[in-house]
Nanobody
Framework: QVQLVESGGGLVQAGGSLRLSCAAS????????MGWFRQAPGKEREFVAA????????RYADSVKGRFTISRDNAKNTVYLQMNSLKPEDTAVYYC???????????????????WGKGTLVTVSS
């Protein structure tokens, strides 16, 4: 059984930066693709970013491309989401997710997710 624990959320002003971390326990992180999703109040959970098992391939939602960077450190069983140039529209609960396989599928939604973290709140003030 895999447990994912997010950290790093908080309050930040628009234009600022924040770095989220997701620590995994149980099965080694290196064998699986990882991703980040977010959900704002009253809205559906949406895909943010994903990274392959090796870290060599990444995918981003158009809304965050160029501003967010996903990375991983398999030795530490940790995946990161560096968020720069934050906007109020980025305010949401951010969820760490582990995929079923070593790469993220073409479909960028929850169908690819095997395990979810409990989420960490990111609030961006204007």
């Amino acid at each position: 059984q895999v447990q994912l624990v997010e950290s790093g959320g908080g309050l930040v002003q628009a234009g600022g930066s924040l770095r989220l971390s997701c620590a995994a326990s149980g099965r080694t992180l290196s064998n699986y693709a990882m991703g980040w999703f977010r959900q704002a109040p009253g809205k559906e959970r949406e895909f943010v970013a994903a990274i392959s098992w090796s870290g060599g391939n990444t995918r981003y939602a158009d809304s965050v491309k160029g501003r967010f960077t996903i990375s991983r450190d398999n030795a530490k069983n940790t995946v990161y989401l560096q968020m720069n140039s934050l906007k109020p529209e980025d305010t949401a609960v951010y969820y760490c997710a582990q995929a079923y396989g070593s790469s993220w599928p073409v479909y960028r939604d929850s169908r690819a997710v095997n395990y979810w973290g409990k989420g960490t709140l990111v609030t961006v003030s204007s």
